[in-house]
């Protein structure tokens, strides 16, 4: 005997995500639903896919060729795609006149890599280590 649920989880199988908030709505009438703002941005030549309250690693980021102190707050205006609710705003490149404030939380440097060169038969080695320099960020407002 089939079970009344049966196209529901039909539904679910195929991936669709409508039928979650829809699952959702039929338990809680009552609740408020919303879907999130993001953002994807890009620094440092990546892009990265932010929220607010998104804490994230980039590359370092420098005024006047020093790194900007931490605890300070850093505005980020090359803003590649905003999205908020159901309405999205693709930019050519850059949405004009968006923004994403952040708060950079550390200035420090990723654990240490081995570079090593070997070239057999030859007594060729070469070896070397590389740390990069990266700051954390808190984003605080888009």
């Not at 908030?21 to 703002?37: E, G, H, N, R, S």
């Not at 030549?45 to 998104?54: A, D, I, L, N, P």
């Not at 850093?74 to 999205?83: E, H, S, T």
């Not at 006149?97 to 060729?124: D, Q, S």
């Amino acid at each position: 005997m089939k079970q009344k649920t049966a196209p529901l989880f039909r539904r679910l199988a195929k991936g669709k995500g409508a039928v979650f908030v829809w699952l959702a709505k039929k338990i809680f009438p009552d609740t408020l639903y919303f879907v999130m703002q993001f953002a994807v941005i890009e620094t440092g030549g990546k892009q990265y896919k932010v929220s607010k309250g998104t804490k994230l690693p980039v590359e370092r980021i420098l005024a006047e060729r020093l790194p900007v102190a931490e605890g300070s707050s850093v505005v980020f205006d090359k803003v590649l795609l905003v999205a908020d609710g159901e309405k999205v705003t693709v930019g050519t490149p850059y949405v004009a006149g968006a923004k994403v404030e952040a708060k950079i939380l550390k200035n420090a440097r990723t654990p240490k890599k081995i570079v090593f060169r070997y070239h057999p038969k030859t007594r060729y080695r070469k070896f070397n280590t590389h740390r990069q320099d990266f700051s954390e960020v808190e984003i605080t407002k888009i």
